[in-house]
């Protein structure tokens, strides 16, 4: 597998925090304005959820990952992520199964490798959102959803008893 050097790696990663920003804020127009949690909607694509962590003036710690079933409490991939609304950018903190940055550091690396860890969780959140992106996710909050799914079932209703009474 080839490996792409970078010259000015921690530009870079700030430029690709930046680019994940608006990306988010794409996703969740009203990102600083949610009070706990989010789930987003694609056709035939499993549930997304966005959680609250830590709410701080400019700053939020999300949880974000997928929910492959009905019953799961928590989906994988999981990805937590820290937003600096006032420098808007964000970027991830902590990708299960994997060390989070604060470890990582503490581990005496050379900060270039402490820099190629940091892209490289950064870089798999970019091509999540993406994803996001390109499958339609519209995030809404929990109740609204449920709301919505009662409307349509409650309007289905009527149209059905409507049709059969004429």
């Excluded at 794409?26 to 966005?50: H, Q, W, Y």
């Excluded at 700053?59 to 928590?74: G, M, P, R, V, Y």
């Excluded at 499958?135 to 449920?146: D, G, K, S």
Aim: aromatic share 8%.
């Amino acid at each position: 597998m080839t490996r792409l050097t970078l010259q000015n790696k921690s530009l870079l990663l700030q430029q690709l925090c930046e680019s994940n920003f608006r990306k988010l804020v794409v996703l969740v127009p009203d990102l600083f304005n949610i009070e706990n949690e989010l789930t987003a909607s694609a056709p035939g694509k499993p549930d997304l959820r966005l959680g609250i962590v830590e709410k701080s003036k400019h700053t939020l710690i999300l949880e974000l990952n997928h929910c492959f079933s009905i019953d799961s409490e928590h989906g994988l991939p999981r990805i937590r992520i820290r937003v600096y609304q006032d420098a808007q950018l964000l970027e991830v903190i902590e990708h299960y199964g994997r060390p989070d940055v604060y470890a990582r550091c503490q581990q005496r690396l050379e900060a270039t490798q402490i820099l190629d860890y940091k892209w490289k969780m950064n870089y798999f959140l970019q091509r999540w959102l993406i994803h996001c992106e390109h499958a339609h996710y519209r995030l809404q909050h929990r109740e609204l959803r449920i709301e919505s799914a009662l409307n349509t079932s409650l309007n289905s209703n009527l149209i059905t008893s409507k049709t059969t009474s004429i």
